[in-house]
């Protein structure tokens, strides 16, 4: 399994670590989560039906309007936020947002996190020095070397 260290700049501090959820797409906010659940429900996200509680949310920047932010504080408080988010191009939308769902998010990375981070990576967020730590998932053919 490979790590590698990303460098960025803190948009909200904090850390957190979770599996990875990258999209090369934008975020949206309402209308893109089942509130209650953390389960995306746009049908046109590649993130269908998929949960994002405790995920570190890896994506180029937000779509919508200032709703962004509500939506996201509104999955802090049913329990159910990511983790973190890394986002390539930040907007208000994703500043004010972690903010106030009290996410440690990072931007201005020095390599495209939607471009190294895949799926499935073990992401760690250390928001307060803009740093990410990515380790690998292990592909299918190093999983049967082992």
Same mark, same amino acid.
């Given at each position: 399994?490979?790590?590698? #260290?990303?460098?960025?700049?803190?948009?909200?501090?904090?850390?957190? +670590?979770? /599996? +990875? $959820?990258? =999209?090369?797409? %934008? $975020?949206?906010?309402?209308?893109?989560?089942?509130? /209650?659940?953390?389960?995306? !429900?746009?049908?046109?996200? /590649?993130w269908?039906?998929?949960?994002?509680?405790?995920?570190?949310? &890896?994506?180029t920047?937000?779509?919508?309007?200032?709703?962004? =932010?509500?939506?996201?504080? +509104?999955?802090?408080?049913?329990?159910?936020?990511p983790?973190?988010?890394?986002?390539?191009?930040?907007? %208000?939308?994703?500043?004010?947002?972690?903010?106030?769902?009290r $996410? %440690?998010?990072?931007?201005?990375?020095?390599?495209?996190? =939607?471009? &190294? #981070?895949?799926?499935?990576?073990?992401v760690? !967020?250390?928001?307060?020095?803009? #740093?990410?730590?990515?380790?690998?998932?292990?592909?299918?053919? /190093?999983?049967?070397?082992?």
């Amino acid at each position: 399994m490979s790590t590698f #260290i990303l460098r960025g700049r803190k948009v909200h501090g904090g850390s957190a +670590a979770g /599996e +990875a $959820l990258v =999209t090369r797409g %934008p $975020l949206g906010g309402y209308g893109t989560f089942d509130l /209650e659940t953390g389960k995306v !429900v746009d049908l046109n996200h /590649e993130w269908y039906g998929k949960n994002v509680k405790g995920k570190v949310l &890896v994506f180029t920047t937000a779509s919508g309007s200032s709703a962004w =932010t509500i939506a996201h504080q +509104a999955l802090r408080f049913a329990g159910v936020a990511p983790a973190a988010y890394v986002v390539r191009h930040n907007k %208000p939308q994703t500043a004010l947002g972690s903010v106030v769902a009290r $996410l %440690p998010c990072v931007t201005d990375l020095d390599r495209d996190p =939607t471009e &190294v #981070i895949s799926s499935g990576d073990r992401v760690r !967020v250390d928001a307060d020095r803009g #740093i990410v730590t990515v380790e690998k998932k292990s592909s299918p053919s /190093e999983k049967s070397k082992q």
